[in-house]
C-alpha cells in the first residue's frame, strides 16, 4: 500500500524567507514522487518530481525538492518566498509499477507581505 | 492546465438528479483520471482508464459512472445515488511510463448539488 503525509495543513511565511512544505511517504520499493501546485478554483499544475538520481530536485519558479530515502521524506522548498507562491501545493506517490497517483491531503501555503 | 478542458465550470443540480461532467483532452494521451477534491481530504481517485474501451474503479467510484468511447473524451456522470455529490472535480490525462511518467489536470468543475 502506498501512502503520503503532509503534516501541516497551513504554513506561514513571510515574504523573502525561506519556505519548507513537508511530505513523508510510504511505498513499497523505489517511490516516484511529485509535487503540485493550486491555484483558487483551478486545476493542479505540476511543479517537480524525484525519479531516480540526484536526491535535489529542481522544478519550476525557483521550488526545489529534497529526497531523503532514510527518512521516506520528499520536503519541498524555495530559498526566497513570494507573495505569488500562496496556493495549495500536494505532495504525491507512485508505486513502481503503478498506474496511479496517490495524493497528500495538501497543504495550504500562505506568504505575508 | 492547457490540452485538457472540462465544461462547466460550475454546475449546480439539484437532488436526485443525474449529472454528467464533461472532460477532452488534445495532448494525444491513452490514459485519464477522474479525481474529486474535498477541503482536507486531498484528491481522491474516481475512475480511471488506460486505453479506449477500457476503465477501472479508483478508491471512491460508488455513486459514479464513466465511459471511454473516444481517446480525447472521458465524460463522468454523477448519478442520484452518490450520496454527497458537491464537490470539486478534476480530470487528468497521463504521458509516458515509468521514468516519464507525469499527469496534467485539467480546470476541474466545481459542482453543487441542492
Known amino acids: 500500500a502506498q501512502s503520503v503525509a503532509q503534516p501541516e495543513d497551513q504554513v506561514n511565511v513571510a515574504e523573502g524567507n525561506p519556505l519548507t512544505v513537508k511530505c513523508t511517504y510510504s511505498?513499497?520499493?523505489?517511490?516516484?514522487l511529485f509535487w503540485y501546485v493550486q491555484y483558487p478554483n483551478r486545476g493542479l499544475q505540476f511543479l517537480l518530481k524525484?525519479?531516480?538520481?540526484?536526491?535535489l530536485v529542481k522544478g519550476s519558479y525557483g521550488f526545489e525538492a529534497e529526497f531523503n530515502k532514510s527518512q521516506t521524506s520528499f520536503h519541498l522548498k524555495k530559498p526566497s518566498a513570494l507573495v505569488s507562491d500562496s496556493a495549495l501545493y500536494f505532495c504525491a506517490v507512485r508505486q513502481t509499477g503503478a498506474n496511479n497517483l496517490f495524493f497528500g491531503t495538501g497543504t495550504r501555503l500562505t506568504v505575508i507581505p | 492546465d492547457g490540452g485538457i478542458t472540462q465544461s462547466p465550470k460550475y454546475l449546480f443540480r439539484k437532488e436526485g438528479q443525474n449529472v454528467t461532467l464533461s472532460c477532452e483532452q488534445n495532448?494525444?494521451?491513452?490514459?485519464m483520471y477522474w479525481y474529486r477534491q474535498d477541503p482536507g481530504q486531498g484528491l481522491r481517485l474516481i475512475y480511471y482508464?488506460?486505453?479506449?474501451?477500457?476503465?477501472q474503479k479508483g478508491d471512491i467510484a460508488e455513486g459514479y459512472s464513466v465511459s471511454r468511447e473516444k481517446k480525447e473524451s472521458f465524460p463522468l456522470t454523477v448519478t442520484s445515488a452518490q450520496k454527497n455529490p458537491t464537490a470539486f472535480y478534476l480530470c487528468?490525462?497521463?504521458?509516458?511510463?515509468?521514468?516519464?511518467?507525469?499527469?496534467?489536470f485539467g480546470p476541474g468543475t466545481r459542482l453543487t448539488v441542492t
Open positions: 524525484y525519479i531516480t538520481g540526484d536526491n
Open positions: 495532448l494525444n494521451h491513452d490514459a
Open positions: 487528468a490525462s497521463r504521458t509516458g511510463t515509468g521514468l516519464f511518467y507525469e499527469q496534467y
Open positions: 482508464s488506460q486505453i479506449v474501451n477500457d476503465f
Open positions: 511505498v513499497s520499493g523505489n517511490p516516484y
